[in-house]
C-alpha cells in the first residue's frame, strides 16, 4: 500500500517534501563516484644530442604561436533546415475561407491555390465583396465546409509570390502641397486589373450555379454575443 495516496487523479495525499521526510530519503548516503584521473597536459619526449639532456616536457596541445589582433567575427551554426510549407488538410482549391486578420479582416474568399512561399492565393471575388487577388498567411484564416468549384478557373501562370511585391519608386521631399493634394490618387496596373477581372469572371459563374452563395460570400462574419468560436460549425 503506497504511503501518499492520491486524493484525485494527479493529486496526491502529500506533498512532495513531505513524502520525502516520510521515505527517510534525507538520511541515505550516496555512493561515491570514482573520480576520473583528468588527462595529462604534458607529454615527455626523448631528445637526442649530448648537451640536451636526453629528454623535454612538451605540452600535449602546442599553444598557436599567431592571434589575431582583433576579434574575428564568426558566423552563427545554423541546424535548422527549410521545409516546404505543407496546407492544412481542411484547405482544398475552392475552399471558402474566413479571414481573421489585416486589412480585409471578417470578409470570405474563396482560396485558389498555394503558393511557392506558402502563403495562400485568394479572391473575393472583387466584383462580389471588394477582396482582390492577394496572399494570405493560412494561420490566419478559418476553413468552411462551403466550397466553389473553381475546375474551370484558370490562374494566369504570372501570378506568383513575385507578382504582389511592390515596385521601389523614386523617394521626393515632402512637401505640404503634395500631402494635401487630393487630386493624386494611385492607379493599379492594367495588367492586374485584367487578372482579376479574367480569374473573378470564372468564380462568378460557379458561385451563381449554387443559391445563396453569393449572398454569403459578400455577408462579413462576425460573433454574437454568448457565441463561441470553438462550438460553431463553419
Known amino acids: 500500500m503506497t504511503k501518499n495516496p492520491a486524493l484525485i487523479p494527479g493529486v496526491a495525499t502529500l506533498s512532495r517534501s513531505a513524502a520525502f521526510k516520510n521515505k527517510g530519503l534525507f538520511n541515505r548516503k550516496k555512493a561515491a563516484s570514482a573520480k576520473q584521473a583528468a588527462p595529462a597536459q604534458t607529454l615527455v619526449k626523448k631528445v637526442g644530442g649530448a648537451k640536451n639532456g636526453g629528454s623535454r616536457t612538451v605540452p600535449v596541445q602546442r599553444i598557436a604561436k599567431f592571434y589575431p589582433a582583433e576579434d574575428v567575427p564568426k558566423n ?132 451563381k450555379k449554387t443559391p445563396l452563395l453569393k449572398a454569403y460570400l459578400n455577408a462579413s462574419f462576425a460573433l454574437s454575443k454568448g457565441q463561441a468560436p470553438h462550438l460553431i460549425k463553419y
Open 76 to 207: 552563427k551554426v545554423t541546424r535548422k533546415t527549410i521545409r516546404p510549407a505543407v496546407t492544412r488538410s481542411s484547405i482544398t482549391p475552392g475552399t471558402v475561407l474566413i479571414l481573421v486578420a489585416g486589412r480585409f479582416a471578417g470578409k470570405r474568399v474563396v482560396f485558389l491555390k498555394t503558393l511557392d512561399s506558402g502563403l495562400l492565393l485568394v479572391s473575393g471575388p472583387f466584383k462580389i465583396n471588394g477582396v482582390p487577388l492577394r496572399r494570405v498567411n493560412q494561420a490566419f484564416v478559418i476553413a468552411t465546409s462551403a466550397k466553389v468549384d473553381i475546375s474551370k478557373v484558370k490562374i494566369p501562370a504570372t501570378v506568383n509570390d513575385a507578382y504582389f511585391k511592390a515596385g521601389k519608386e523614386a523617394k521626393s521631399k515632402a512637401t505640404d502641397a503634395a500631402l494635401f493634394d487630393a487630386s493624386v490618387k494611385k492607379t493599379v496596373d492594367a495588367a492586374r486589373v485584367a487578372d482579376q477581372k479574367s480569374v473573378d469572371a470564372a468564380i462568378i459563374a460557379a458561385v
